[in-house]
């Protein structure tokens, strides 16, 4: 193992054990038997090391992700992700909470990298018209209400002590953004599907039908289908009494 595995290593599982969730240099250099000049050298500063090391523990969480085989119901990922994120927060408190605090400058890659995998999911369900919302919103959606019930149980677990709430969030978003095939749809719903499925399938088109800058207003006027207020289908004349 290279110095700077090492010293990730040492403060991922200071991290771990610490009751705050921080931990100091001295601390990591100690666990990791380097001088504190070394750290420095490679990882700049305090939030550098931070960053290097919640990217370290989310990959292991990301690499599961990335391994697991997509199943013939993107909407059945798509839960599926929603609760091995949950999961994984419980599992790992300080490091899921480093992940998302305010102080830590850089932004971790595992936070893009885990909107990407997201987006993935969506976009499959946009291809099969079961999304009411553009994929960029959805995913926006649906990480920012997993993260906020996934810091609220791992926070304040008094107020939070049943991590059944998780799956009761994760049905009442998922029903937010998703079109029911089952149920009874509006012509606005009809529109907000088809809108969305020819959004996700925009790049895809071959040979290109429009230019850069076409695909780009189009793509705008698509997104913004779905949240247009509903005008009536029909037109009246006047009423006169």
């Not at 997104?223 to 009246?236: C, D, G, L, N």
């Amino acid at each position: 193992m290279n110095t700077r595995s090492l010293i990730i290593e040492a403060a991922a599982e200071l991290i771990a054990q610490s009751p705050s969730g921080d931990v100091s240099t001295r601390a990591v250099c100690e666990a990791a038997g380097v001088q504190q000049p070394v750290l420095y050298r490679l990882f700049g500063d305090k939030d550098g090391l931070l960053a290097a090391t919640v990217d370290h523990v989310w990959d292991q969480y990301l690499e599961t992700k990335r391994a697991a085989e997509k199943s013939e119901d993107p909407l059945r990922d798509l839960r599926a992700g929603w609760d091995s994120h949950t999961a994984f927060a419980l599992a790992h408190p300080n490091a899921y909470k480093l992940m998302f605090a305010p102080a830590l400058r850089s932004v971790p890659a595992a936070a893009e990298e885990a909107m990407r995998i997201l987006r993935g999911d969506l976009e499959r369900l946009a291809e099969q018209g079961r999304l009411r919302v553009a994929p960029e919103i959805a995913a926006r959606m649906v990480m920012s209400a997993n993260t906020g019930v996934s810091l609220s149980l791992i926070t304040r677990p008094t107020l939070y002590p049943d991590s059944g709430l998780s799956r009761l969030v994760r049905d009442a978003i998922h029903q937010a953004i998703l079109l029911d095939p089952v149920a009874d749809t509006t012509a606005a719903d009809t529109r907000a599907a088809a809108a969305t499925t020819l959004l996700s399938s925009l790049g895809d088109l071959t040979p290109e039908p429009f230019t850069p800058a076409e695909s780009a207003l189009l793509g705008q006027w698509l997104t913004q289908i779905p949240v247009s207020p509903q005008y009536p289908t029909s037109r009246k004349g006047p009423h006169h009494d």
